[in-house]
């Protein structure tokens, strides 16, 4: 992933050099996407969405755990006057339930990565169309997310600028 990365802006230096030699103007910008999910009204949406559902699994996953935490009470506690075929018995079906919450667990987990996943992709949609607008319009060479760059004068952000307009159409 970093040898990507390090191609990737090897190419874009090499992209702006050939421009800049032949008269062309290199105007670059930054947008911090994570900034983007955290200030803006869609953002703060899916962000409240995204904890709706995270909640909603925990809580059910703890209301499965208690259950399984009152049989084991429940199976410890009657564990003395059970006769042994009785205790084996009941110690596989406890066994049973504990693997069956532990698969829950991770298909929730997976479940949960799915949603949060579409949720930031429907996002990122939206926010793609307006950093071509923005880009286009402003003559933009490049613009590029904040995560792949090491180093960039604060000038050439445009994240403010795309929190406007993406806060403007999500109205």
């Keep these: 992933m970093k040898a990507v990365r390090i191609a990737f802006v090897t190419a874009i230096i090499?992209?702006?050099w050939v421009s800049v030699s032949l008269?062309?103007?290199?105007?670059?910008?930054?947008?911090?996407?994570?900034?983007?999910?955290?200030?803006?009204?869609?953002g703060r949406a899916a962000r409240a969405e995204i904890?709706?559902?995270?909640?909603?699994?925990?809580s059910s996953l703890r209301e499965t755990g208690r259950e399984i935490?009152?049989?084991?009470?429940k199976l410890e506690?009657?564990?003395?006057?059970?006769?042994r075929e009785m205790r084996e018995?009941?110690?596989?079906?406890?066994?049973?339930?504990?693997?069956?919450?532990?698969?829950l667990q991770k298909k929730n987990a997976q479940d949960f990565r799915i949603f949060e996943a579409k949720i930031i992709q429907r996002i990122q949609k939206d926010v793609y169309e307006i950093v071509k607008q923005i880009g286009e319009k402003g003559n933009y060479l490049l613009i590029i997310e904040k995560g792949?760059?090491?180093?960039y004068p604060n000038a050439i952000d445009v994240t403010d600028e795309l929190l406007k307009r993406y806060n403007a159409k999500s109205r």
């Design 14 to 16: 090499s992209l702006m």
């Design 23 to 42: 008269g062309a103007d290199a105007k670059i910008g930054i947008v911090d996407f994570e900034r983007i999910i955290q200030e803006s009204t869609a």
């Design 51 to 58: 904890e709706k559902e995270k909640e909603r699994i925990e």
């Design 69 to 73: 935490e009152d049989l084991k009470s």
């Design 77 to 83: 506690a009657e564990a003395l006057v059970m006769s």
């Design 89 to 103: 018995q009941k110690g596989r079906e406890f066994r049973i339930k504990v693997n069956d919450f532990k698969e």
């Design 148 to 151: 792949a760059v090491l180093y």
